[in-house]
């Protein structure tokens, strides 16, 4: 991806901090779907999640996917966490 020059007449860039946080349970067995979500290779595009913190492939890893997509940078964050019933 090249970077594209503004045009002289453009409106001066504008800085948005948006954060959302979005939770998903998966109803499976963490042997089953850990390999599936911690190896994105065959089935997320774009920016790959690197380790960040935490014992790797364990409760308590993090790991964070940076990316610039049309000049806007953005940061996705990914906590494994095991539900507590």
Do not use: C
Not at 4 to 28: G, K, N, Q, W, Y
Not at 48 to 70: F, I, L, M, Y
Not at 75 to 82: G, K, Q, R
């Amino acid at each position: 991806m090249s970077a594209r020059i503004a045009p002289a007449t453009a409106a001066p860039a504008r800085i948005v901090d948006l954060v959302t946080h979005d939770s998903v349970e998966i109803p499976a067995e963490s042997a089953v779907i850990g390999p599936f979500l911690l190896d994105t290779d065959s089935w997320k595009q774009g920016a790959k999640p690197v380790r960040e913190s935490g014992e790797p492939n364990a409760a308590g890893e993090v790991r964070v996917a940076r990316g610039v997509v049309d000049g806007v940078e953005y940061m996705l964050t990914v906590d494994a966490e095991v539900p507590v019933r």
